[in-house]
Structures are given as C-alpha cells and as structure tokens.
C-alpha cells in the first residue's frame, strides 16, 4: 500500500473538519506565543541585570506557571471535543475495514501536521510579538530600554517541550479511545435520546441562598481587614451559587415560561424556550465556567489596573525626595555624602516629633482608645523656616495648624496633655517626608514656638507611651545629581554604611530606588493581570465556539425539520440568533452582575494598598474599562461563532 | 373541481463533475381532485421523491409547472413560500421528523404556533384531533418515550391541525411494523373520508391499495394508473401486484 495514503488522508481529514481544526491550531500557537514571551521575560537574563528587575522575573515565572498548567488543561478540553466530533468519522473507517494500527498511523499524522503548524505559528508570533510586550512591560515598570534585541533560546525550547508534551499526552488519549472502543459503539456515539431536565428545586434554593451570602458579604462588611479575611469565602460562596443557579435555576425559569401559555406559543419563544431547556441541561456547567473564568478576569483587570494607576500616583507623593532619612544626627549620613563628591540640588532639615493619638473634640488623648485615631507631626518654629525658608514668629502657647488633607482646625485651641495651645492659624508645608501618605488615619502638622516645646510634646508623649515613644529626630531630605539608577543605588548604600557604622539611630530612606521598586512591583503585577487576562479571556471566546459549533451540527436537524414544516429562512436565522445570543451574553451579564456586586468590597480593600485618599472613582473608571475591553472582544468572537453557527445550520 | 394539476414537469439534475445530465423527472402530467386519495408508486430512483419535493415547494422543476387551487406555486416568491406551505400543505414523512425537544402536544401545535395562532385556537382544535388519532392520553409525552406508531400518528396531527388542502406522505409507514402500518392506513383512511384530499408517495403495496387511485412512475415518467372504484383493498393489492410485476418485467406501456 501507497505509504503516503496515511499523512493524505490525514491532511483531508484535517481540511474536511476545519472548522474545529483551525481554531485548536489556533489555540495552540497562541498558547505557545505566550509561552514563549512569558518565558523569555522570565528567563531572560536582561531583566535581571536591571534594578529590581529581579521581582518581574519572579512574577514572570509564576505566570508562566499559571499559563502552562493552564494551557495543558485547555489544549487537552480542545481535543477532547474535537475527538468527539470525529467518533462517526473514525467507526466509519473501521467498518470500511481500516485496522486499528492503520488508524493510528492517521491520528498520528495529524496530530504532528497539526503540531507543526502550532509551533511555526506561535514561535513566528511568539516572535514577533516579543519585542512588542518587553517594550510595554519596560514602559510599565519605567525602565529606560536597553539597546538590541536576542531570541531568547531558553524560551524557546521551553515553549517547544510544552508543546510536544501536551500534544504526546493528547495523542496517547486518542489513541487509547480508538483502540479500545468497538466500531459499532464508535458509529452510534453521540446518539443517545435526550431526557427532558427536572427541576430541581433543592439546587435553586442553595443557590439563591449562597449567592446571596456571598453578595451580602461583599455589602455589609465594611472593615477592610475583615474583608480580606472574607472575601475569598464569599467568592467561593458566588461560584457555588453561579453553579447552582445556572443548572437548576436556569430550568426553573424557562419551565416557568413554558407554563406561561401566552408567552410559550409564540413562534420565537416557542422555539427558543424548549431548545434552551435542552442546551441548559448540556451546557449550564460550562456556561457557568465560562461565567465564572470571565469575573476573574473582570476582578483581575479591576485589581491590577487600580493598583498601578493608584501605585504610581501615591509612589510620587510617598517619595517626594531622592533621600528623605529620620536621624539622631544627620553627620555620618552627610559626609557619605559629601565624600561621594555628589553634587546635592535640594535639601531640607528640620527637627521634628512624630506620635500617634486619639482626638476627642480639641482634646488629644495618648492613653485612651475613645475618639478619633490620628497621627501627629510637630515641628518648631526654625523648622517651618527650614521647610518654607519663611521666618514665623510664634508667642509662647501659640500653634500653627496644618492636615494632610487640608482641612482646617475647628477649635481655637489643642490641648496635648496639660497644655493648650492657641491655634492662630493654618500653613502649607511641602511634604519633603512621604512617611505621613503612609498612615490610614488622619495625618496632622502642628508648628510650636521652640525647641522647648517640642520638648515638653516629647515628654507628654514618653510619659504615655513608655518604651514605644517616638524620639525627636532630624529630617533631612536631599535631590542630588545623580540620575543612574546603579549609581543612585550605590550612593544609598554607602550612606546606610555610614550611618550603621555610627552609633545614630534613625532611618534613611532612598525615594528613588523605592519608587523604581514600587513601579517594578505594581508594573509587573498590571504586566501580568494583562497576560493572564488576555489568556483566559481568549480560553473563554474558544470554549463558547466550540460549544457553539458543535451544537450547531445538533441543531441542523432541528431546523431543517421547522423549515420543513413551515418556518421561514427569515424567522429560523431570528431564532438562531436569539439563542446564540442568550447561551453568549447569559455568562457576559452574569459575570459583569458579580464584579459590580464585588466592586464595593474591591475598593475597600484596594484602599489598604493605595495610599490615603480615596479612588473610588478611579476604580470605577478602570472596572468600566475593563469591561469594555472584555465585551468588545466578547463580542467579536460572538459574530464569528454566529456565523459559523448559521452556516452549519442552514 | 381539480386541487392541483401538475403539467408536463420536468427535473433535470446537473452532476457536480463532468456535467452529465440525470434526468429526475422528464414529462409528468397529471391532476387530483378534491377528497380523492392518490397514491404515487415506484421504485427507489423512479423520480417519486423528486416530484414529491416540488409538489412540496422544497425544489423546483426545471419546466413545467405545478398549479395547487389554480395557483402556480413556482410564482410564490421565496419570502412566502414557508408560509405557503404551512397554510396550504400538511407533511408525513417516513422517519417522522418530531422535534425531540417537544411534547407530543407541542410537535402538534408547532405550525400553529409557527402561523402565531391564538391560544384560544389551538385550544379548539387540538383536542378533537387528538382524540381522532388515539393521542388524548400521550399528549405530555416525549417523542423518545412513545412508539413508531405514536410518533407517526403525531405527525399526522402535526400535519392536519392547519387543515390544509393537500396532505402529502413521503412513504409514511417506512419505518413502522404491519400492526402501525394498518393502524396509520386508517387513519388516512378516515380522514380521506371526512373529506381531507390524501397524496402519498410509497412503494409499499398494502399502503397503495388503500388508495383511491393509484400512479406508476418509472424512470421519471407516468407509467400507468388504476383506479379502486368500489373495490375492497385486498382486490386493489392484487391489482397492484400485477402490476408491479408487468412493469419490473419490462415490458411496454400497457394499458
């Protein structure tokens, strides 16, 4: 026998069932493009040669993680279906008296024509695409982009072993269903009678009361720590609850409108409403996956977008400074300095005190747990003039009066201990120390006299806070010269020597390097939700087509017999399209319902992370977008699976 | 007064490599009155199914031309030739084509449903027409959990619930066992004799002899036809064996 006959027949095949055949091609070249860009960020030794670059290749190798079991997971789902489309194809071959090694010989061919054009297609995308996704994570992270560009070979034969082993792991599946099942079982497959589903009532009601849970918990709890603490159990709670619903519930509603006699004998919701109940019975596990693989996406955008966005703006103002250190005595940390030979742009020094309490009125206790959590900053009169380079004159008891927030003091005095201080006016400090962005509770200034009276707050505050009271301290904050992140990096070394070498207590703090680490930290996370999102989001549009198809070829029986009877092309497209878009959009409303039930909880959490004030609008923005973007591919792919659908169909 | 007259019909069918033309059909003429019960016979590949179908406005004849109450159904425009045939044609075909996803009530109603019948409607005319085909009890059934015979006689209520003119069987008891077989020939029967004009395509010989007239059609052509007259069906089945045996015995038109 001709030995080509098998890869032939192989190629037919794959060209005869396209229509599943492309998108699993498709599907797998994708899988191996992110793969292989993921890989290379991960791998690359590049990043890690930059400054925190590090941290990205870290969060680079837990996605690579996420994708490739992901991947395996979703190329296998794809073959299975595919497979079972072919059951008739293949009983069919053994009838007509093709032995099982013969068979095998096709699987295998197909199998590698199909692997071939996988790899040659995701490592050309993979590729060209590359360099396109470093640019945006540099972007992302701020990074300035190093010159050249390599093929990153790790990469790629990392993303080559995925794919040989998933698709060895497929084939020997194949494999194992054809050898072993009988051709008569192979032929009749896919045949069996379809019962009517029940309506099961004890499904619903968990459901609902689930559900419910969930979205209550995601209402009523308000304190963010809590929320943390529940909202993982809620979200379980929200699946249980999509699951139960979408079987049972779904069932409940149309057999409900299939009592509705009116309403049921009407062409279109006569057809839709039976064909739905069936598709329900198949379909609903799937469609609540879909449902819920689309939240996550949803709340991943939401999550990572808020934080850069919020990130980046609260890094500014947490580092307003290069350096910004509290210190006993700033003279080891300035000779480093000076030694260094850096030229300083800026500098600020002032003597400050900073402490917690709770306000009550005008009154601030450190000794109680009534009133008003809040934080306060004091500096002397010189200090003002060392931060505004103003010069204030203050009579003895007398206080200026400034909020992080710019809210004005509403009493004329502050009582801190035994002392009232008359509060003669308010000031804007420029924020040279960042630390106060850090505090949840309200952070305030307050400008004494002299360096007495920062003495007497001091011990007020000793005399309360025994071991854990704060000290005064000398805040210098400095810009220099230096730009290059390295040399930054080196400086900030040799004045924390300097500093521990001494006996000076205190901190010191590099604005720079922090912030390049928050921007690699929260840049790398956005970098990451954006891939995994894209992954899912485009794993979701494949699992509808394939559903999609395949019920299409159930369908066209269907139809043909309603055209037969006496039902327009015109009305059956109708009727097409308004069940397609039910079993589409179901899960799409369904998972944007979650996340604006989840977003009140998102937010309070998020605003742990972000710094001081409240985004809520900001959030909002960036959920709104993310919905979008997720609709707008949602709805390409819809008017693809649309059409194909109608072409099987009619 | 004639329900439909089929003149000089003829199909030809263009194979999809090399062109060769297959004539289906190459000169059919003939016409069924009101209330009469015509059976249509011949042999798998005569041409039958290919008149059925443009009887049933599903294809159309490359000449000639079929007239149902003196319309020309090849001048309906496309857009209404669903509705056309809802309203002026019921269908039986020999694997029932039910809708599993509905009742027996609902496989029913279906082109009532299609027409947007009030519910009022249905309600009328529904239950008689149960009752008549012995359905009354299995109406909330599923067509997975009724018989051959049940299924068939629900598309004969599917096909009669819009009282069309002409009632057209492709090979209605095909797939059914000789006790279904005679119980749906009676039914056709019945329903002949309240008046509903009956045209079936089969080549089941005890199906024809229940007819009132039957055509023999070979190789696209009109070959013969006998009427039943006031005979009984037994007489008529011989009849109809002779005749089956003359023409597959090749010889000439006879009559």
Known sequence: MNKWLYPRLALSNLRKSRRFVVPYILAGGGAVAMLYIVGMLAMDNGLDNMFAGYWVSMLMAMGLGVVMVFGVIFMLYINSFIQRQRLKELGLYAVLGMEKRHMALVLVSEMLFSGLAMLALGLAAGLGLGKLAFLVLLKLIQMPVPLGFTVSVPALVFCTEWLFGVLVLSLLLNLRRVLRADPIQLLYQGQKGEREPRTRWLLVLLGLLTMGGGYATAWLVTSPVALILVFFPAAVLVIIGTYCLFTAGSVAVLKALRRDRRYYYQPRHFITVSGLLYRMKQNAAGLASICILSTMVLVMMICTVSLYSGVSQSLAMRYPMQFCGSLSDTAPAKQAVAESGVQILRQYEYESISFAGQLVDDVLVLDSTAGTACQFYVVTAEGYAGLTGKTLTLEPGQALFSSREGEAWNWPTLTIGNTRWEIVGSWQAPIVDGRIYAYMVPAYYLVVPTRADLEAIAQIQQKAYGDHASEIATVWAIDTACTGMADIAELKASIQDAIQNSDVSGWIDCGATDRQEGYAMYGGFLFLGLTLGLVFLLATALIIYYKQVSEGYDDRQRFHILQQVGMSRKEVQATIRSQVLTVFFLPLITAGIHTAAAFPAMTRMLSVLGIGTNRVTLYAACGLAAFGVFSLIYVAVYALTARAYARIVG | ?255
Do not use: C
């Open chain 2, 1 to 255: 007064m004639s329900i439909l007259q089929v003149e000089n019909l003829k199909k030809t069918y263009t194979t999809r490599f090399g062109g060769n033309l297959v004539q289906a059909l190459s000169d059919v003429s003939f016409s069924v009155e009101e209330g009469e019960y015509v059976a249509i016979m011949g042999e798998s590949g005569s041409g039958k199914t290919t008149l059925l179908n443009i009887l049933a406005t599903l294809d159309k004849p490359t000449s000639g031309r079929v007239l149902l109450d003196g319309q020309d159904t090849g001048h309906i425009h496309a857009g209404q030739l669903a509705a056309f045939r809802r309203d002026h044609l019921g269908f039986v075909f020999q694997d029932f084509n039910l809708l599993d996803n509905f009742s027996l009530r609902d496989n029913i109603l279906l082109p009532l449903v299609l027409a947007n019948t009030p519910v009022r409607e249905m309600d009328r005319r529904l239950p008689p027409l149960a009752e008549s085909l012995g359905l009354e009890k299995l109406l909330d059934k599923f067509p997975y959990e009724v018989s051959g015979g049940q299924k068939q006689r629900t598309a004969v209520g599917r096909a009669l619930i819009t009282r069309p003119r002409l009632l057209l069987a492709d090979e209605p008891t095909g797939a059914l066992d000789s006790h279904a077989a005679d119980n749906l020939l009676r039914i056709f029967d019945e329903v002949n004799q309240l008046g509903q004009t009956v045209l079936m395509v089969t080549h089941s010989t005890r199906a024809a002899s229940h007819a009132k007239r039957v055509l023999f059609i070979k190789d696209g052509r009109l070959y013969h036809q006998l009427y039943r007259a006031d005979q009984t069906p037994e007489q008529m089945f011989g009849r109809i064996s002779d005749t089956l045996s003359a023409i597959a015995a090749g010889g000439g038109r006879y009559e």
